[in-house]
């Protein structure tokens, strides 16, 4: 007998529609292009860290004339690769895992799994940098926060930006866990 989430994914809604599973998994492949994108875009920054990098170690060895911009500069920019990177990451299950015992389940053992400790990890630090992050960003805005070295930038965009890379890798998470329960439910993989 199939379970009535199993029966309300199979059928459908009742209006003729696109099935209720279609509609999910269209939301889910917008939320993954989205991470993807989010992800790849900044990734091209690495070139420019490459060159301001170069041109720090020849501005320092060759003219004696070290620049005071540059690290700063490169670890801010190292930061949105890595804060957008997250949300890629884990559409593309390329984080690291300790997976000894995991890889030895079937797959629906897997997949209750993921779900017991997304919900019970992955939700409860999602919401709590989102709570905190918004909060720091909030108030580093209000303030117009600059960093305390010699060149000061301002850093509240940075803060802003940790803010939207951890609603996305939130998106990504709460997708992951719809796939699973999906999974779960019907056999399904979306």
């Not at 009742?14 to 269209?26: D, P, V």
């Not at 070295?149 to 509240?156: E, G, M, Q, R, S």
Request: one cysteine or more.
């Amino acid at each position: 007998m199939a379970s009535p989430t199993s029966f309300v994914l199979a059928e459908g809604t009742i209006n003729g529609g696109n099935s209720l599973a279609e509609k999910i998994e269209k939301v889910l492949k917008k939320i993954d292009a989205t991470s993807i994108w989010a992800g790849k875009l900044p990734s091209f920054l690495i070139i420019a860290l490459t060159l301001f990098q170069g041109g720090e170690v020849v501005a320092r060895y060759v003219f004696n004339k070290p620049t005071i911009w540059n690290w700063e500069l490169c670890t801010m920019l190292y930061a949105v690769m890595f804060l957008l990177g997250g949300p890629w990451v884990l559409q593309g299950k390329k984080h690291i895992c300790t997976d000894i015992l995991y890889v030895r389940f079937p797959p629906k053992v897997q997949a209750y799994i993921d779900i017991a400790t997304y919900l019970c990890f992955f939700c409860v630090f999602a919401a709590m940098m989102l709570w905190q992050g918004s909060i720091m960003a909030w108030d580093s805005i209000k303030i117009q926060e600059t960093s305390y070295t010699l060149w000061a930038p301002p850093i509240y965009p940075l803060k802003t930006l940790m803010v939207f890379a951890f609603g996305l890798l939130t998106l990504q998470g709460i997708a992951k866990l719809i796939r699973d329960i999906i999974f779960v439910s019907t056999g399904r993989k979306i």
